[in-house]
C-alpha cells in the first residue's frame, strides 16, 4: 500500500509507499530548500519528505540495517505538537500553525517506521492519537483532515494502527470502523473485484489498481511492510453479498493477478499518451499478492521487477529502492541478489551511512561497503515531480501526495 503501496506526491495524487512511470528521461527539478543531511535523497521534499524517509528506514528494518542516528532524528523532528506529521517542515524548530497542511499519509507512514525501529512509542502513540481525532464518520480517513474518505489512505493508516499495537476493528467513529470504510470503496466481483479511490462525483466506483494494491493490504490489517500470508490455491474473486474484509482483499487480490496476467506488470495510464510499464505500482501489486495469498502468487510481477526494474529505482531515488526491498520481503527473495542488483546497497547510498548494514556474511567477507556500493543517487526525485505534474493537469484536488498511488488504472 500503495508509491502503494510510490509520496505529498502521493499526496497531491496513492503509495505509500514511494511510485513514477517508466525510466525518466529529463532531470529532476532543482531543490527548493536546502536538503537537510539527516533526509535520504537528494531532490526538493516539499511533497515527500517524510513519506520518502518513513519508507527507507521500514525497508531498512526489514533487512536489520540499523539507520544512522541523524536519519531517524530528522523524522521524528518533523512531528508536530499535536501528533501529525506534514510531507515536510523545513524549519522544525517552528511550531507547527494552521498554514501548514499535515497529513494523513505521512502520519501514518511515520508511525509504521517508528514502530518497527522501536523506542519511539511515546511519538508513535501522539501520533495515532492525532489519526484518531480525524476518523471520518464512515470509519475511514481522507489524505487530509476532514477529507473525504479514500481506500489509499484509510488503509495506510490502518496500517499504522496495527504497527502500534491497536486492533482497527475497534477504531471507530459513529459506529463505523476502517473496514467499514474499505468494504464500501470495494467493487463486486461482476465488476472486476478491485477497489476503487473514492467514488466520483455521481457516486460511482471505478476500479483503481493502486489503490487496490493498498485495499488489499488495509483489508488485511496489514502495513506497508506485509509478509507473505497463507498460501492460496488461486487469486478468485467470490460475491458473497456484503463482502467482510477478507473476502474484499480476496477480491482485490484475483483483480491484481489478472492485471498482471499478460506482460507481468501493471501499466501507467496518462491521457495523451502510450501505456507504459508502473513500476512503483506493480511493486505495490506484489507486496498486497503475496500478504493475500502468500510469495507464489505473487511470483510473474516479482520476476518481471527483478529483470526490469532497477534502472527505475536508480532514476527515482530512496522510495523507489524501498518499495522493492519491501517487495523482496514480502515474497522471501533476497534483496541483495534482486535480478543481479544489491537493493539494500542501493538504498543505504541514498542517505547517511547505516550505524550497521545488516550485510551478509559474504559482503564481510569480500570487505564491501553497502553505502559506498551504489553511489548517491540524485535523481531519485524525478516521480514524485512527475507525479505532481499529473495531479496540477488533472485537478483532483489535495490527493495522496506521495507516488502516484491515485491515478486511474484500467
Given at each position: 500500500?500503495?508509491?502503494?503501496?510510490?509520496?505529498?506526491?502521493?499526496?497531491?495524487?496513492?503509495?505509500?509507499?514511494?511510485?513514477?512511470?517508466?525510466?525518466?528521461?529529463?532531470?529532476?527539478?532543482?531543490?527548493?530548500?536546502?536538503?537537510?543531511?539527516?533526509?535520504?535523497?537528494?531532490?526538493?521534499?516539499?511533497?515527500?519528505?517524510?513519506?520518502?524517509?518513513?519508507?527507507?528506514l521500514l525497508a531498512q528494518d526489514t533487512v536489520g540495517v540499523k539507520p544512522a542516528r541523524k536519519a531517524v532524528d530528522w523524522l521524528t523532528g518533523?512531528?508536530?505538537?499535536?501528533?501529525?506529521?506534514?510531507?515536510?517542515?523545513?524549519?522544525?524548530?517552528?511550531?507547527?500553525?494552521?498554514?501548514?497542511?499535515?497529513?494523513?499519509?505521512?502520519?501514518?507512514?511515520?508511525?509504521?517506521?517508528?514502530?518497527?525501529?522501536?523506542?519511539?512509542?511515546?511519538?508513535?502513540?501522539?501520533?495515532?492519537?492525532?489519526?484518531?481525532?480525524?476518523?471520518?464518520?464512515?470509519?475511514?480517513?481522507?489524505?487530509?483532515?476532514?477529507?473525504?474518505?479514500?481506500?489509499?489512505?484509510?488503509?495506510?493508516?490502518?496500517?499504522?494502527?496495527?504497527?502500534?499495537?491497536?486492533?482497527?476493528?475497534?477504531?471507530?467513529?459513529?459506529?463505523?470502523?476502517?473496514?467499514?470504510?474499505?468494504?464500501?470503496?470495494?467493487?463486486?466481483?461482476?465488476?472486476?473485484?478491485?477497489?476503487?479511490?473514492?467514488?466520483?462525483?455521481?457516486?460511482?466506483?471505478?476500479?483503481?489498481?493502486?489503490?487496490?494494491?493498498?485495499?488489499?493490504?488495509?483489508?488485511?490489517?496489514?502495513?506497508?511492510?506485509?509478509?507473505?500470508?497463507?498460501?492460496?490455491?488461486?487469486?478468485?474473486?467470490?460475491?458473497?453479498?456484503?463482502?467482510?474484509?477478507?473476502?474484499?482483499?480476496?477480491?482485490?487480490?484475483?483483480?491484481?493477478?489478472?492485471?498482471?496476467?499478460?506482460?507481468?506488470?501493471?501499466?501507467?495510464?496518462?491521457?495523451?499518451?502510450?501505456?507504459?510499464?508502473?513500476?512503483?505500482?506493480?511493486?505495490?501489486?506484489?507486496?498486497?499478492?503475496?500478504?493475500?495469498?502468500?510469495?507464489?502468487?505473487?511470483?510473474?510481477?516479482?520476476?518481471?521487477?527483478?529483470?526490469?526494474?532497477?534502472?527505475?529505482?536508480?532514476?527515482?531515488?530512496?522510495?523507489?529502492?524501498?518499495?522493492?526491498?519491501?517487495?523482496?520481503?514480502?515474497?522471501?527473495?533476497?534483496?541483495?541478489?534482486?535480478?543481479?542488483?544489491?537493493?539494500?546497497?542501493?538504498?543505504?547510498?541514498?542517505?547517511?551511512?547505516?550505524?550497521?548494514?545488516?550485510?551478509?556474511?559474504?559482503?564481510?567477507?569480500?570487505?564491501?561497503?553497502?553505502?559506498?556500493?551504489?553511489?548517491?543517487?540524485?535523481?531519485?526525485?524525478?516521480?514524485?515531480?512527475?507525479?505532481?505534474?499529473?495531479?496540477?493537469?488533472?485537478?483532483?484536488?489535495?490527493?495522496?501526495?506521495?507516488?502516484?498511488?491515485?491515478?486511474?488504472?484500467?
Amino acid at each position: 500500500m500503495n508509491v502503494r503501496r510510490s509520496a505529498a506526491v502521493l499526496a497531491a495524487t496513492a503509495v505509500i509507499g514511494a511510485a513514477t512511470p517508466a525510466v525518466a528521461a529529463s532531470p529532476s527539478p532543482t531543490p527548493s530548500v536546502a536538503i537537510p543531511s539527516g533526509l535520504y535523497g537528494t531532490t526538493d521534499p516539499t511533497y515527500d519528505g517524510v513519506w520518502r524517509q518513513s519508507l527507507a528506514l521500514l525497508a531498512q528494518d526489514t533487512v536489520g540495517v540499523k539507520p544512522a542516528r541523524k536519519a531517524v532524528d530528522w523524522l521524528t523532528g518533523q512531528q508536530c505538537a499535536n501528533g501529525s506529521f506534514a510531507a515536510f517542515r523545513a524549519d522544525p524548530a517552528k511550531a507547527c500553525d494552521a498554514k501548514l497542511m499535515v497529513d494523513t499519509n505521512s502520519t501514518a507512514a511515520a508511525v509504521q517506521a517508528l514502530a518497527a525501529l522501536g523506542g519511539h512509542e511515546a511519538a508513535a502513540e501522539k501520533a495515532v492519537g492525532w489519526l484518531k481525532s480525524v476518523q471520518n464518520a464512515d470509519g475511514g480517513w481522507g489524505y487530509a483532515p476532514g477529507g473525504a474518505s479514500d481506500t489509499n489512505s484509510t488503509s495506510v493508516v490502518v496500517g499504522a494502527l496495527t504497527a502500534a499495537g491497536e486492533k482497527p476493528a475497534e477504531v471507530v467513529k459513529g459506529g463505523k470502523s476502517p473496514y467499514d470504510a474499505l468494504v464500501t470503496l470495494a467493487l463486486p466481483c461482476d465488476a472486476g473485484g478491485a477497489f476503487a479511490y473514492q467514488p466520483d462525483k455521481q457516486g460511482k466506483l471505478a476500479a483503481n489498481a493502486d489503490a487496490t494494491a493498498a485495499g488489499v493490504l488495509g483489508a488485511l490489517g496489514a502495513g506497508l511492510a506485509a509478509g507473505a500470508g497463507k498460501k492460496a490455491d488461486d487469486a478468485v474473486c467470490a460475491d458473497a453479498g456484503y463482502p467482510g474484509p477478507r473476502q474484499a482483499a480476496a477480491n482485490g487480490a484475483a483483480y491484481l493477478a489478472k492485471a498482471v496476467a499478460k506482460n507481468g506488470y501493471l501499466t501507467s495510464v496518462l491521457p495523451g499518451a502510450e501505456n507504459q510499464p508502473d513500476y512503483g505500482n506493480t511493486a505495490d501489486a506484489v507486496v498486497a499478492l503475496a500478504a493475500q495469498g502468500g510469495a507464489e502468487q505473487a511470483g510473474e510481477p516479482l520476476a518481471w521487477l527483478q529483470r526490469n526494474a532497477a534502472a527505475w529505482a536508480k532514476q527515482s531515488g530512496p522510495a523507489a529502492w524501498a518499495q522493492l526491498v519491501l517487495a523482496a520481503h514480502a515474497t522471501g527473495t533476497d534483496p541483495r541478489a534482486f535480478g543481479g542488483t544489491d537493493l539494500v546497497a542501493a538504498l543505504n547510498a541514498t542517505g547517511p551511512a547505516p550505524q550497521a548494514t545488516g550485510s551478509t556474511k559474504q559482503d564481510d567477507a569480500n570487505g564491501t561497503d553497502d553505502a559506498d556500493e551504489a553511489g548517491q543517487d540524485s535523481e531519485d526525485g524525478f516521480g514524485v515531480w512527475w507525479t505532481v505534474g499529473v495531479f496540477l493537469v488533472a485537478g483532483v484536488g489535495i490527493g495522496f501526495l506521495i507516488s502516484g498511488r491515485r491515478r486511474q488504472q484500467p
